[in-house]
């Protein structure tokens, strides 16, 4: 069997294993968000582009409903990441650093997540892979025209729906073209606009949302960097981010890929091939880390730039371990804890086994834990307040990662209606998240669009709607809210909307003898509004 060979059976075992894991763990609260998008498919949302959504309404149509059926995708998606970085560094330098490239990637804790869950982000490096390969291919035939030139706009565009991090390709591209004398005659080509025109046609979309919602978007990418924040360096801030970059890519790989951005820098000037790959990683690298002067932001945010850099890595260490042992050593640890790494970031339950008291406030996978279990007490505790009441009582979580979690594994869901979430969260006079472009308990309807027997205690209809005039169905009415903060009591949203408030259940979820989380559950009896 050859190292070619190998390397796909590799890939294929690794693949199908992702895909049978998925189906066995519980979903990531963002996981159970972006499914709730899939259910009320639109052209963009509050926070990203419809990728994501997209990807999972497909899933969950083929496999229905599950967890395999929200994640079906994302191993796939893994899988051809790796195909095409092994084709890719197999152009440039050989089949040998081809290989190693797609193991490599394989070993890094982030993708490895990547690939299980379904999130933005198995999308957004498919595409930006895809983006840098075609892009070299379209350069390579260059002056002359060739499809790859619309191709690189296709999935640059696809990428951008995916995340919008992913337009930073065009900024590298543009950079790259400016820096490389013989390069520079492509902006006066086709090639280049066409490529440009079909990018900027996977913007409009959001744009067009955007437009109609006072541009929500932009503002929270604002808050989201931390840009509406007075000009300070926070070196504890970057001092986190860093940290978190040698854990989330392994502490002896993240290592090799800072001394290959070393290593290239010093042959970019005069070798193509580091100038190119670099163009795609530097600029992502130098956005985040200058964000993560005033505060520190998600690692996976860079991720897409560790793409070209890992190409270059692999091909400068391959270079190095041909003739040093000591290279070929530190490459061999690189990797091996790099497994490691990632088989604890998956399951830290591996080192509790073995003694570790590790705690589930510092495990990243505890977020994906428990969640059908507490939806199962939550409907018990729901049962027995209503038999109590005598009526039937509608949810609220104290934000969209509680209530999405929760409903997803509701067996009862009981939705209010068509275009009700089944779980709310608090009212609000900010938009907060999706949550506040579907329907509200805390809104008012036009009484002609209300049903009958849910608007009799309004009195009759107006001709004319006006918000005046308009209909609270969920007025008089009581509810559960649901936190997991250690909240004594309701927050002034919940405490100012209902007549009366109180603690009634708290459930307490433990894993291996360690506390894994709690959930404090109020009654609120008949919800009034809050003044405005």
């Given at each position: 069997?050859?190292?070619?060979?190998?390397?796909?059976v590799?890939?294929?075992?690794?693949?199908?294993?992702?895909?049978?894991?998925?189906?066995?763990?519980?979903?990531?609260p963002?996981?159970?968000?972006?499914?709730?998008?899939?259910?009320?498919?639109?052209?963009?949302y509050?926070?990203?582009?419809?990728?994501?959504?997209?990807?999972?309404?497909?899933?969950?149509?083929?496999?229905?409903?599950?967890?395999?059926?929200?994640?079906?995708?994302?191993?796939?998606?893994?899988?051809?990441?790796?195909?095409?970085?092994?084709?890719?560094?197999?152009?440039l330098?050989?089949?040998?650093?081809?290989?190693?490239?797609?193991?490599?990637?394989?070993?890094l804790?982030?993708?490895?997540?990547?690939?299980?869950?379904?999130?933005?982000?198995?999308?957004?490096i498919?595409?930006?892979?895809?983006?840098?390969?075609?892009?070299?291919?379209?350069?390579?035939?260059?002056?002359?025209?060739?499809?790859?030139?619309?191709?690189?706009?296709?999935?640059?565009?696809?990428?951008?729906?995916?995340?919008?991090?992913?337009?930073?390709?065009?900024?590298?591209?543009?950079l790259?073209?400016?820096?490389?004398?013989?390069?520079?005659?492509?902006?006066?080509?086709?090639?280049?606009?066409?490529?440009?025109?079909?990018?900027?046609l996977?913007?409009?979309?959001?744009?067009?949302?955007?437009?109609?919602h006072?541009?929500?978007?932009?503002?929270?990418?604002?808050?989201?960097?931390?840009?509406?924040?007075?000009?300070?360096?926070?070196l504890?801030?970057?001092?986190?981010?860093?940290?978190?970059?040698?854990?989330?890519?392994?502490?002896?790989?993240?290592?090799?890929?800072?001394?290959?951005?070393?290593?290239?820098?010093?042959?970019?000037?005069?070798?193509?091939?580091?100038?190119?790959?670099?163009?795609?990683?530097?600029?992502?690298?130098?956005?985040?880390?200058?964000?993560a002067?005033?505060?520190?932001?998600?690692?996976?945010?860079?991720?897409?730039?560790?793409?070209?850099?890992?190409?270059?890595?692999?091909?400068?260490?391959?270079?190095?371990?041909?003739?040093?042992?000591?290279?070929?050593?530190?490459?061999?640890?690189?990797?091996?804890?790099?497994?490691?790494?990632?088989?604890?970031?998956?399951?830290?339950?591996?080192?509790?086994?073995?003694?570790?008291?590790?705690?589930?406030?510092?495990?990243?996978?505890?977020?994906?834990?428990g969640?059908?279990?507490?939806?199962?007490?939550?409907?018990?505790v729901?049962?027995?307040?209503?038999?109590?009441?005598?009526?039937?009582?509608?949810?609220?979580?104290?934000?969209?990662?509680?209530?999405?979690?929760?409903?997803?594994?509701?067996?009862?869901?009981?939705?209010?209606?068509?275009?009700?979430?089944?779980?709310?969260i608090?009212?609000?006079?900010?938009?907060?998240?999706?949550?506040?472009?579907?329907?509200?308990y805390?809104?008012?309807?036009?009484?002609?669009e209300v049903?009958?027997?849910?608007?009799?205690?309004?009195?009759?209809?107006?001709?004319?709607?006006?918000?005046?005039g308009?209909?609270?169905?969920?007025?008089?009415?009581?509810?559960?809210?649901?936190?997991?903060?250690?909240?004594?009591?309701?927050?002034?949203?919940?405490?100012?909307?209902?007549?009366?408030?109180?603690?009634?259940?708290?459930?307490?979820?433990?894993?291996?003898?360690?506390?894994?989380?709690?959930l404090?559950?109020?009654?609120?009896?008949?919800?009034?509004?809050?003044?405005?």
């Amino acid at each position: 069997m050859t190292a070619r060979q190998r390397l796909f059976v590799f890939l294929g075992v690794l693949t199908v294993l992702r895909l049978v894991v998925a189906s066995q763990i519980e979903l990531f609260p963002d996981e159970s968000y972006y499914f709730m998008w899939s259910e009320r498919m639109d052209v963009s949302y509050f926070s990203k582009g419809p990728g994501v959504a997209a990807a999972i309404w497909l899933g969950t149509h083929l496999f229905g409903v599950s967890e395999f059926g929200v994640r079906f995708l994302s191993p796939l998606f893994g899988l051809g990441t790796s195909l095409l970085l092994f084709s890719f560094g197999r152009r440039l330098y050989g089949e040998s650093v081809g290989i190693w490239t797609a193991v490599m990637i394989n070993l890094l804790p982030i993708f490895n997540v990547g690939s299980l869950v379904m999130t933005i982000d198995p999308l957004s490096i498919f595409f930006w892979t895809a983006a840098l390969y075609t892009f070299w291919l379209a350069l390579e035939r260059s002056p002359d025209f060739s499809k790859w030139w619309p191709a690189t706009g296709a999935l640059i565009g696809l990428g951008f729906l995916s995340k919008y991090t992913n337009a930073m390709q065009l900024l590298s591209i543009v950079l790259l073209l400016a820096i490389t004398p013989k390069h520079r005659r492509e902006f006066r080509h086709a090639g280049f606009w066409s490529m440009l025109g079909v990018a900027l046609l996977g913007a409009l979309p959001p744009v067009i949302w955007n437009a109609r919602h006072d541009w929500v978007t932009f503002f929270h990418l604002v808050a989201r960097g931390g840009l509406q924040k007075r000009a300070t360096i926070d070196l504890a801030e970057t001092g986190k981010f860093l940290a978190v970059h040698f854990g989330v890519y392994s502490p002896l790989i993240f290592a090799g890929l800072l001394a290959a951005v070393w290593w290239g820098w010093k042959g970019a000037r005069h070798q193509w091939k580091p100038r190119f790959l670099l163009a795609f990683a530097l600029p992502l690298f130098a956005l985040y880390f200058g964000l993560a002067l005033k505060e520190a932001g998600e690692a996976n945010w860079t991720a897409p730039g560790a793409i070209s850099l890992g190409v270059l890595a692999v091909a400068l260490w391959h270079e190095r371990a041909e003739r040093s042992v000591r290279a070929r050593r530190f490459a061999g640890a690189a990797l091996a804890c790099g497994l490691v790494c990632s088989l604890l970031i998956l399951n830290l339950d591996v080192a509790r086994a073995l003694g570790v008291p590790w705690p589930y406030r510092l495990d990243p996978g505890a977020r994906m834990r428990g969640w059908r279990m507490a939806a199962t007490k939550l409907e018990q505790v729901r049962a027995n307040f209503e038999a109590t009441l005598g009526a039937p009582v509608f949810l609220i979580a104290n934000e969209h990662e509680v209530a999405s979690s929760l409903a997803f594994y509701l067996k009862d869901k009981r939705p209010e209606g068509p275009g009700y979430p089944p779980i709310f969260i608090p009212e609000s006079q900010e938009i907060q998240d999706q949550f506040s472009f579907w329907h509200r308990y805390d809104e008012f309807l036009d009484p002609k669009e209300v049903p009958a027997s849910r608007s009799q205690v309004h009195g009759e209809r107006d001709e004319y709607y006006t918000e005046e005039g308009g209909v609270n169905v969920f007025l008089g009415r009581s509810a559960l809210y649901i936190t997991d903060r250690p909240e004594e009591k309701a927050p002034t949203a919940i405490k100012g909307g209902f007549e009366q408030v109180e603690m009634i259940a708290c459930i307490d979820q433990t894993r291996r003898g360690l506390p894994l989380r709690q959930l404090r559950i109020f009654a609120c009896r008949r919800y009034r509004s809050l003044p405005l």
